[in-house]
């Protein structure tokens, strides 16, 4: 007797489109990106504007747009900054008012010069200029590239280092108080150097064989400040606000340090988008609102953050970002469910967390760096606790420092030993090959 399979009786499988798949923010965001990544939709070119052609550009004179990051420069150190333009001038005295950013590759030496250990000192202090974000400077410089100049001398712009006002104040009690930051981790060695990494986003310290350990163990993100980070400074904010003024105010307590975090440590691609993830969720807790759905949060967060910065849009630091968090959302549940027939309940979410953010950055991380290390699903869990661990000792250990400056050394022994743990932890990972 042959069964017959009636086409009436074969039903397909029923497909449930999720509910955030359908909310117009997620598709929204999903078009817009889908237009700018194929280049249907192209930003407006930003790069300098002025009458002085750009090949015989000397001097400039602008602000700078960003923290000056550490970079090696044919074999040579040298600091990369966006840098606003407002003044060019040739070698022959004709200036002409511009517009625009450019990129400047700055000599570590002047960049340094008011570090610890740098060239500055009381009998010159012409020579020492604070190279942060906000700075206004005239630049000595020659063309290196498209839009790019590689500056030789560092002085002050005619109109001042800082803005006059709020905004300059502001700017300079920021740069200030991260040089006085650094001079205070010069005394707890290569601990205060990832301290400064991780409360600051400044690694000119920090050693290249402990960044590129980090890096090879797949765990670069651990020293790109992002979510992990402002997790940290929230919770922290918003437990002491509870206590203080209770827990409506300690969502906007946590708001209001969290925004000064970013502040200080500067508005980078991946802080930003956290914030902005942040302050979404505690208006609509503010508000009494129902809670919404994390890819939701997402998806306003891209609207806005491409609204305000639409610089960022092909940053390195905002594509990984964005694709990490949206591949612990929609992979991880996946992974989650096979992980947790063989793992126990936490480890399966650790490492599900870690493998969606691992494939959604896949294709981005072997386009841009040609390689990826698959190891740092494995390192991501076990490390992160650890880095939340030394970041809370760090904060507690400079606010008792600066109270009782006694306490500095003994903090620094401390802050030393767990820096070895997380040093080894990374070097041991960092031996496993990359594909």
């Known amino acids: 007797m042959v069964a017959r399979l009636s086409v009436a009786s074969f039903r397909f499988p029923k497909i449930t489109i999720p509910t955030w798949a359908k909310s117009p923010v ?16 192209v930003l407006k070119d930003n790069s300098i504007r002025s009458l002085v052609p750009f090949g015989s550009v000397r001097f400039i004179e602008g602000e700078v747009y960003d923290n000056p990051v550490a970079v090696d420069f044919d074999g040579e150190k040298r600091y990369r900054a966006i840098f606003r333009v407002f003044k060019t001038e040739n070698g022959d005295g004709l200036s002409s008012s511009a517009r625009g950013e450019c990129v400047v590759f700055l000599p570590a030496e002047k960049v340094e010069s008011l570090f610890p250990n740098g060239l500055w000192t009381q009998a010159g202090k012409s020579a020492g200029l604070l190279v942060e974000e906000g700075a206004r400077l005239r630049l000595s410089v020659s063309p290196f590239g498209k839009n790019t100049f590689f500056a030789s001398e560092i002085l002050p712009s005619k109109k001042g280092v800082w803005k006059k006002g709020f905004l300059g104040f502001i700017s300079k009690i920021r740069a200030k108080t991260r040089l006085q930051l650094r001079f205070l981790m010069k005394n707890w060695g290569e601990a205060g150097s990832l301290v400064l990494a991780l409360l ?6 920090l050693p290249s064989s402990v960044s590129r350990a980090f890096r090879r163990a797949g765990l670069s993100h651990v020293l790109a400040l992002s979510g992990m980070h402002l997790t940290i400074f929230g919770s922290l904010a918003f437990s002491f606000g ?20 970013v502040w200080f440590a500067g508005l980078s691609p991946s802080l930003v988008r956290a914030l902005l993830c942040v302050c979404i969720y505690e208006f609509s807790s503010f508000l009494s609102l129902r809670r919404p759905h994390e890819i939701t949060v997402l998806s306003a967060a891209f609207l806005i953050h491409l609204s305000l910065f639409p610089s960022h849009l092909f940053h390195a630091a905002f594509l990984l970002s964005y694709a990490a968090l949206l591949g612990i959302f929609v992979l991880a549940p996946v992974f989650d469910f096979l992980f947790c027939r063989v793992f126990p309940r936490f480890v399966s979410k ?38 939340e661990i030394f970041m809370k000792i760090a904060i507690f250990a400079i606010l008792f420092s600066l109270a009782l400056p006694f306490l500095l050394e003994p903090f620094g022994c401390i802050m030393g030993a767990l820096y070895e743990v997380l040093k080894g932890i990374a070097t041991f990972f960092a031996a496993f090959h990359g594909v």
């Open 26 to 41: 997620f598709l929204a965001a999903f078009f817009l990106a889908l237009l700018f990544y194929t280049k249907t939709l």
């Open 200 to 205: 600051s986003a400044d690694r000119s310290f």
């Open 350 to 387: 650790s490492l599900a967390a870690s493998s969606g953010a691992f494939f959604a950055t896949l294709p981005i991380s072997l386009s841009l760096f040609g390689q990826v290390y698959p190891i740092g699903i494995i390192a991501s869990p076990i490390i992160s606790p650890l880095v």
């Open 242 to 261: 509870k206590k203080t003024v209770g827990k409506k105010g300690a969502s906007l307590f946590r708001v209001f340090f969290v925004g000064a975090f």
